[in-house]
């Protein structure tokens, strides 16, 4: 990305998010008009309401240079295939093979549209504005109703044969965890043990009303310190980011969740990788995205306007 311009244009963006999607319209975080609607079961109804809302804000502030998307997934990420800008296999009620840049398209014929995961979104929207200036080597996570993870890896966002899905790598089991975990596709993943949906199935109460002492954060940390470990072992990132709803850790509260985090990693990791940062650092290591919830919607902001840059 750092070999690509981004110009301060006036572009649209979307966030498709497994429970709302979240529109913008404006040339950075300072100046969003900022809306949204939710996902529901039928993809074409809400992408209709998206791009009215785009074209009523072009009606309001002048002609949109180009549109960025950011959508949960699993998505076809590669130009030359015949399902590019699909979600792909999706247990999500109507989800399954929808289109989502199609439509986009349809709306605003004239303009590049960009799409990439949700994750990658919100990475680059991180790397602009938040909390990941400057660093081309780093994470950005979400776990929120589900788990996933972007990456940037010198200073390019991580597809591969498909994108990755940080969310459902597997991990060992917590001595005396007997949760069957709520994955769909493989029980205890990752997702399927730390998910919102999987805090809520463990505990019987929403994650955001489990209460501090509950042995559910004692889990949650422990397996997403597992993950944060393996990460760093396979990618070396100079920083992860961690943003969706689970990380305000209901009645835990967010500083305790992030500190029992960095303890765990810090321990997972035993002084093998040699780093500062991984030690007496660790504070700056693993952190809350600076854009909170607005990551994702201003990654597809910058999305837009890098696809502007023909070069
Ligand atoms: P999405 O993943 O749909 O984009 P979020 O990142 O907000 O949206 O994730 C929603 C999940 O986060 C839900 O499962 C919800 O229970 C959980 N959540 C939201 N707020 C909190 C909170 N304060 N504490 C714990 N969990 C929360
Ligand atoms: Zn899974």
């Given at each position: 990305m750092p070999t690509k311009k981004r110009e301060d244009a006036l572009v649209g963006a979307i966030e498709g998010g497994g429970t709302k999607f979240v529109c913008a319209v404006g040339t950075g975080p300072h100046d969003l008009a900022r809306t949204e609607f939710p996902t529901g079961d039928d993809p074409a109804r809400v992408l209709a309401q998206a791009t009215r809302w785009l074209q009523r804000q072009e009606r309001e502030r002048g002609n949109l240079r180009a549109v960025g998307i950011g959508s949960f997934?699993?998505?076809?990420?590669?130009?030359?295939?015949?399902?590019?800008g699909h979600v792909t296999a999706t247990p999500k009620p109507g989800w399954n093979n929808a289109d989502i840049v199609g439509p986009v398209r349809d709306a605003f014929p004239s303009l590049p549209v960009a799409f990439e995961t949700d994750v990658n979104a919100a990475a680059v929207g991180e790397y602009y504005w938040g909390n990941a200036a400057g660093i081309s080597d780093f994470v950005y996570l979400t776990i929120g109703t589900g788990i996933g993870g972007g990456a940037l890896v010198g200073g390019r966002l991580v597809h591969g044969l498909?994108?990755?899905?940080?969310?459902?790598m597997l991990l060992p089991r917590a001595t005396g965890d007997t949760f069957a975990g709520a994955c769909a596709y493989h029980g205890p993943c990752w997702e399927g043990l730390c998910s919102g949906p999987a805090l809520a199935a463990r505990t019987g109460v929403r994650a955001e009303e489990?209460?501090?002492?509950?042995?559910a954060w004692a889990y949650e940390t422990e397996y997403i310190a597992l993950a944060l470990a393996n990460i760093t072992s396979v990618l070396s990132p100079r920083r992860i980011i961690i943003g969706g709803g689970v990380r305000r850790a209901g009645r835990l509260g967010q500083e305790q969740f992030f500190r029992l985090i960095r303890e765990k990693t810090r321990r997972a990791v035993n002084d093998y990788l040699a780093s500062a940062v991984l030690k007496d650092e660790i504070e700056g290591y693993i952190v809350p995205p600076l854009l909170s919830d607005n990551a994702g919607v201003c990654g597809a902001v910058a999305l837009a306007q890098l696809a502007l840059d023909t070069k």
């Open positions: 997934g699993p998505v076809d990420l590669n130009p030359d295939s015949a399902t590019y498909i994108h990755p899905e940080m969310g459902h489990i209460q501090a002492d509950d042995e």
